[in-house]
């Protein structure tokens, strides 16, 4: 992934000089370029951005990044409660604005619904949802749902025995709601043509925003007092007012810190650990692992709750992803003392996860809580959280409507000409590896040839009669609100537990993620990456440019994703997406100390904001991406030169950047997408977190690391940017 997910970035509001208006694809034609400089409408507004964001004083050999982003950091600073500010904010906020006006027109009749109007319906009613004070309706359906499960949080049913392990199956198999383990259904790690059931662990065990310190400190005793006042109060209001509920909150904190200082003693002081990769089991051994739930039960509950074509028998295989935590929580759930209190606990992660969509009171017992603990919730933009529930929900309709609205065909066949000029690059690339021997790169080869490529949007969702037949199982949208988001749940989990007996195919045509979404992706278990149509955008792509700047821009996001294919936990992968080991010892051994190279380079690096270095081993693979993706974008961009002999298309200048050359422009473009300011109060917690190095050095280190660079700008033998040592595997 190109970026944070989309939770820790907040858009900002600071206006962009040249808005994203300008450079809409349908605004300008597919005209020839003027022979000296180019002057259409695109080149002037890409250029004048650009050109007020460079810093001339600063020299691009000693520091690239404050060269290309010191004038856009001056003009854009972020917001005192704001992570950062930055070009991917600033789109965001552009695109959002596209996608809710295109929400906006779809019409609504009194007809069936098709996929569109159930994207926009539910954008709408989830708009009113926010807007309500308190909804009876919506309350019901979660004191019903409670209730159906022999939950009727806060209070316990004592007039059922409470079953809490078929209640966690029933909530994972049925809607897809976890709690403290789930079942679902993966294609297979080591024979990704086939799937499997796999039972998953709950890393995280603290529901809700307890988890969440500011700036990544340890909880304190107030914290634990402010979190259990906020599940009093979610509890009177789904309850009885008159009762202050302590014990039951007290439960709530207690049960995940029972379970980690038992899984503690498991793991540290017994010194046992789950294996890598995760093993299969015959569902008749799970016995061995759960003494409290015979072969017999796993089977009966499982098959309860999956469709009928898809039942197991005994003999069936099922993944555990941590046997050690499954025999932990099993056995737990089944002792006499602890039953009352994981009652409480499984209650509460329901009620918190849809307690916010039932009542307005609910919603500001947890924002009051966000304040309390120093997270202001108070700035919500409900609009972009619809948005952001129907993206999830409904991708592919919530993606048509922003294509159709953005999106011309010719952008996505542009595209796909980068995209195939990067493979070829990476494949020249591996023919020239010497720290490769011929077997294991003739693999790498065989990966980077079969990388599925999903460009833009699958052709399909433009077709409104296959994206209505592809929706017709989801019901028309009808509120309550969390009654719309129960059934799509229940709808999309059927559909994932119906495919445990299909066979998986590898189609551009299948798309896991939206067209809308703003980010970049590259996929283990099936070989391939997403280029959405939201990226493919100023100043990601601009259709008009000059080659070397989109190659610059999109062309290294592109080969960020592949080399995905290639980085430390995708090299365990194969070209089918296989978990397989396909390297010889020899290579992989090369490939090791290649690695490390990165990880003692960025380990170098001080980060004055938190007086601290870096943490090169936390983002490696983000690292081997960047440096990766920029050096064979920038081949990419050769070869394409190659393939135009003459290079006029390729030498044109941008009309105020005529300084600069082509392969200069490719870097400036490169760089210009990494301009950001960052809250100095957040840089600590984002170095603690990320996987991706801060943007000074994700622009900074690949360049150091690329001789064509140093070549582009003149840069002397061990000037800043054109270090002696440089760090190279892809």
């Known amino acids: 992934m190109l970026f944070l997910a989309a939770g820790m970035i907040v858009a900002c509001t600071a206006y962009m000089s040249g808005s994203l208006s300008s450079f809409q694809h349908g605004v300008f034609t597919k005209e020839a370029p003027d022979k000296k400089v180019c002057r259409n409408q695109v080149c002037r507004e890409v250029a ?43 789109v965001g906020k552009e695109l959002d604005n596209v996608i809710r006006k295109a929400l906006n027109k779809v019409p609504i009749t009194n007809k069936k619904q098709g996929a569109l109007e159930k994207a926009a319906i539910m954008y709408h009613e989830c708009l009113k949802n926010y807007d309500m004070s308190n ?126 200082s038992v899984k503690h003693f498991h793991f540290e002081v017994l010194g046992r650990s789950d294996a890598w990769p995760p093993k299969k089991y015959q569902i008749k051994h799970l016995e061995n692992l759960t003494p409290q739930v015979s072969t017999k039960r796993w089977l009966s509950v499982i ?23 499954l025999w932990l929580v099993t056995s737990l759930l089944h002792q006499n003392n602890t039953v009352k209190m994981f009652h409480d606990f499984i209650g509460w992660s329901i009620a918190f996860l849809l307690g916010p969509l039932s009542s307005r009171e609910i919603r500001e017992a947890v924002s009051s809580y966000g304040q309390e603990v120093g997270m202001d919730f108070t700035d919500v933009d409900k609009e972009k959280l619809c948005r952001k529930d129907v993206e999830d929900y409904l991708p592919m309709p919530y993606g048509a409507i922003f294509v159709q609205a953005y999106t011309p065909d010719y952008v996505k066949e542009d595209a796909k000409v980068v995209v195939d000029h990067i493979k070829l690059a990476f494949a020249y690339a591996l023919r020239l590896n010497t720290w490769m021997d011929d077997q294991t790169r003739t693999r790498a080869m065989a990966k980077v040839q079969r990388i599925v490529s999903h460009v833009a949007y699958p052709d399909w969702i433009k077709n409104k009669t296959e994206l209505d037949e592809s929706h017709a199982d989801i019901p028309d949208i009808e509120g309550p609100y969390i009654k719309i988001l129960m059934d799509l749940k229940e709808v999309y989990t059927f559909r994932s537990l119906s495919l445990l007996r299909q066979t998986n195919g590898r189609d551009e045509e299948f798309w896991t993620f939206s067209p809308a979404t703003l980010n970049a992706f590259y996929e283990h278990s099936t070989n391939s990456i ?23 821009s999109i062309g290294a ?9 290639f980085d430390t ?31 003692l380079q960025y380990n170098s690096i001080y980060e004055p904001h938190s007086k601290r270095y870096l943490n090169g081993k936390q983002t490696l693979s983000e690292n081997i991406a960047d440096n990766g993706g920029l050096r064979q974008s920038f081949h990419a961009y050769r070869l394409h030169v190659d393939e135009h002999p003459g ?19 490719f870097f400036i473009s490169s760089a210009y997408k990494w301009c950001a300011d960052i809250n100095p109060k957040a840089v600590k917690m984002i170095m603690n977190s990320d996987s991706h190095s801060l943007e000074e050095y994700r622009c900074n280190v690949a360049v150091e690391n690329m001789v064509e660079f140093a070549k582009a700008f003149q840069c002397s033998p061990n000037e800043e940017m054109n270090p002696g040592k440089k760090c190279v595997v892809w």
């Open 135 to 260: 909804s009876t309706r919506s309350m019901k359906v979660l004191t019903e749902l409670l209730r159906y499960l022999h939950m009727p949080w806060p209070a316990m049913d004592t007039n059922h025995t409470v079953d809490l392990f078929e209640i966690i199956v029933q909530l994972s198999l049925r809607w897809s709601i976890p709690s403290l383990f789930s079942i679902s259904v993966i294609p297979d790690p080591e024979d990704t043509k086939t799937n499997v059931l796999v039972i998953n662990t709950m890393e995280n065990l603290e529901v809700g925003f307890h988890q969440l310190q500011t700036n990544n400190q340890t909880k304190n005793d107030t914290q634990d007092i402010l979190f259990m006042r906020m599940v009093q109060k979610i509890a009177s209001i789904m309850g009885d007012n008159s009762t202050n509920y302590k014990s039951l909150a007290e439960n709530v904190v207690m049960a995940p810190i029972i379970i980690a």
């Open 48 to 90: 004048r951005s650009i050109a007020r964001s460079l810093n001339r004083s600063v020299d691009p050999c000693k520091n690239f990044y404050r060269f290309v982003c010191d004038g856009w950091r001056r003009k854009h600073p972020v917001r005192r409660n704001e992570v950062r500010s930055s070009p991917f904010s600033l």
């Open 530 to 552: 997403t280029i959405p149509a939201a990226i493919l955008n100023f100043p990601f792509y601009s259709y008009g440019l000059p080659p070397a700047m989109n190659y610059g």
């Open 303 to 325: 098959n309860r709750y999956l469709p009928g074509n898809v039942q197991v028998r005994d003999t069936d295989e099922v993944i555990v992803m941590s046997p050690g935590y």
């Open 647 to 665: 290079g006029k298309e390729e030498n044109i200048p941008l009309e105020g950047l005529e300084e600069f050359t082509p392969d200069q422009l």
């Open 569 to 599: 936990l995708g090299s365990h992968f194969d070209d089918s997406g296989n978990l397989r080991n396909w390297w010889t010892k020899e290579t992989k051994s090369n490939f090791i100390l290649k690695n490390y190279c990165f990880v």
């Open 557 to 565: 996001i592109i080969g960020h994703e592949i080399s995905h294919a």
